[in-house]
């Protein structure tokens, strides 16, 4: 079965980086597209970055230039890298393919930016 299994989160202050991993099995990793997600406390989960199976990027407006998503196709992982983080970027992180309603999803990883 799909496994996706996320790592890297934790307790950051403003301005720092964090680098989020993702380590799928069970899939065809190379030809599907890879999704990152968060989901504050009280918010929805929303779409934060995207990586077509191409390597093709898309990214939320709010994390533009400050978040970098990237794959490797050989290890089947996906990262999340997270530079000036603000305190509003604190939410689970979740690793994603397949879109958010009929896809696959990591158990998340908690990243808390505060100081």
């Known amino acids: 079965q799909v496994q996706l299994v996320e790592s890297g989160g934790g307790l950051v202050q403003p301005g720092g980086s964090l680098r989020l991993s993702c380590t799928a099995s069970g899939i065809m990793f190379n030809i599907y597209a890879m999704n990152w997600y968060r989901q504050a406390p009280g918010k929805q989960r929303e779409l934060v970055a995207h990586?077509?199976?191409?390597?093709?990027?898309n990214y939320a407006e709010d994390v533009k230039g400050r978040f970098t998503i990237s794959r490797d196709n050989a290890k089947k992982m996906v990262y999340l890298q997270m530079n000036s983080l603000k305190p509003e970027d604190t939410a689970v992180y979740y690793c994603?393919?397949?879109?958010?309603?009929?896809?696959?999803w990591g158990q998340g990883t908690q990243v808390t930016v505060s100081s």
């Open positions: 990586i077509s199976s191409g390597g093709t990027t």
């Open positions: 994603n393919t397949g879109g958010p309603t009929f896809g696959y």
